[in-house]
């Protein structure tokens, strides 16, 4: 790995994503030893004008809980926000990111004077209006320093624009500055363990190999569920959507690794073109094959328009044209304000031909995948019924992380992402193509909604959505077993 100075710019230091997600994992990297305080420097920079003390003060509750840390603990956060230097400026100004070059430099020829290098990672924690902006100014005056090599990487995330012009252009400002391998577009379902699991799973397991196409597979359902709404939110979400905001990135990506073929190897660029092509080939959504949500309340937010149309819950049916997946239905549907919180693949299997116990009211096999809560993965099967009788009953094979895993400490998504950009491996971020072919799916449908050509039926916060979704899953084929459920072993 390389070596040598490492500076990490957080630029909106000060805001909810910084504060909540970046700088704890940035403070889990350093705990692990991935930063070494020799090589590290990091950098907050945001147009409020503060002290590198009061930066740290701001952070610090979201790092540790000071009533239970333990004096090592406190110990090593003291050390990590020594490493945290703060500059203020404006996003579009030459003055603030000179003086940002001029402080990270400073520190690269401090740390750097025999040798080593300049790399440079820039964290966009800021609204997308801004990143052109943003990029232009460091592209002009903060760059890596060529004679002492290194790199300059740019991470972003979501929203990349509201529908496919919008994103497009985005690119392309974006891309006039940045070649493609120094952009890390985050999504961070990719760094979620389950989701990370998905290719060995698919690939490296006899298991599954003959069994994952149209021939076996009935459907598949890949569902994301809160059990609160759009909390404190509403502005944000209102212009959105859940379409935007869950299932065209989030539920979408998780598709890409349940269907694509398999990669030549794993080379990231050679992932990321499955995952194109198996978006390029989903049909165009059908209208009967939605079913749209907003809960009773949404609209009583203050910065939620009396009139939204936003859809808080949605049901889309996907449709892949190709040879493995013909008549297969994916099934994506996200919601908020609903009965639990979890995140699942469902793969159901069709029924056994020749059935010779009449269990089929029993239930399908069914492949679940938790991605959240309770990380696990088992499969439903239909069993003999301990006992004297030959009877049939729905059980499972179950791999349950905490059960399985004790001990292990599943990181988190945004702590592998980070180090990943640091180790310049571009596998679980969205290249420019597959953004493209994302928003080309879902942006015929997103303008129907905006135009206000389908509308969301109301549910009530709590509940499971609206019934007619239930109902589309049912035509869409998925047989649901009653009288089984799952649950998590306790340890
Ligand atoms: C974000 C969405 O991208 O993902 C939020 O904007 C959502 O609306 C969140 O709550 C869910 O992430 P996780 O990791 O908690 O499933």
Redesign the pocket.
């Known amino acids: 790995p390389e070596t040598g100075c490492l500076s990490i710019v957080v630029l909106g230091a000060s805001g909810d994503l910084a504060k909540k997600k970046t700088f704890p994992a940035l403070f889990n990297l350093f705990r692990q030893g991935f930063l070494q305080p020799d090589e590290v420097h990091i950098f907050g920079y945001a147009r409020t004008k503060i002290s590198d003390d009061e930066l740290r003060n701001r952070i610090r509750g979201y790092l540790i809980n000071d009533k239970n840390a333990s004096p090592e603990q406190v110990e090593k956060l003291s050390k990590f926000l020594e490493l945290i230097k703060y500059v203020s400026g404006s996003y579009d100004s030459e003055e603030g990111f000179r003086l940002l070059d001029k402080e990270i430099s400073e520190h690269e020829l401090s740390k750097n004077s025999v040798e080593g290098t300049s790399r440079r990672l820039f964290y966009l924690a800021l609204p997308p209006s801004v990143y052109p902006s943003v990029c232009k100014m460091i592209r002009n005056f903060s760059m890596n320093k060529s004679d002492l090599g290194g790199w300059t990487r740019i991470v972003v995330e979501?929203p990349f624009g509201k529908d496919l012009e919008s994103a497009e252009q985005l690119s392309t400002q974006i891309g006039e500055l940045f070649e493609e391998p120094q952009i890390y577009r985050i999504d961070?379902?990719l760094g979620k363990e389950l989701v990370q699991n998905l290719l060995v799973l698919r690939f490296a397991n006899r298991f599954f190999l003959p069994l994952w196409n149209r021939d076996n597979i009935d459907n598949v359902q890949i569902v994301?569920r809160?059990d609160f709404g759009t909390d404190g939110?509403g502005g944000y979400?209102d212009e959105y959507g859940i379409i935007r905001?869950?299932i065209q990135n989030?539920l979408l990506q998780v598709f890409c690794l349940v269907a694509m073929e398999k990669p030549v190897s794993l080379k990231p660029e050679y992932i990321r073109d499955e995952k194109v092509k198996v978006l390029q080939s989903v049909l165009p959504i059908k209208d009967e094959e939605v079913v749209l949500g907003q809960y009773e309340g949404y609209r009583d937010d203050p910065t939620v328009p009396d009139q939204s149309n936003t859809p808080t819950f949605a049901t889309v049916v996907l449709r892949i044209h190709n040879e493995r997946w013909e008549g297969v239905p994916f099934v994506l549907k996200a919601g908020k304000a609903l009965n639990s919180r979890k995140?699942e693949i469902r793969v159901q299997f069709k029924d056994v031909p020749g059935d010779i116990f009449k269990c089929k009211k029993q239930g399908r096999n069914e492949f679940v995948i938790r991605l959240?809560p309770s990380e696990a993965m088992y499969m439903k099967l239909t069993v003999k019924q301990p006992g004297l009788e030959m009877s049939t009953a729905q059980s499972e094979l179950d791999l349950s992380y905490g059960q399985r895993y004790q001990g292990v400490s599943i990181p988190e998504?945004y702590e592998r992402l980070i180090l990943d950009t640091i180790r310049g491996d571009q596998q679980h971020f969205v290249r420019r193509d597959e953004l493209k072919a994302a928003w080309e799916i879902f942006t015929p449908l997103l303008h129907r909604i905006d135009d206000g050509k389908m509308k969301p039926l109301p549910y009530q916060p709590g509940s499971r959505g609206p019934a007619e979704a239930d109902a589309l899953l049912a035509k869409a084929g998925y047989v649901q077993t009653h009288g089984y459920i799952w649950i998590p072993p306790t340890l």
């Open positions: 979501k961070h379902y994301f809160e939110r979400f905001d869950i989030h995140a959240q998504a």
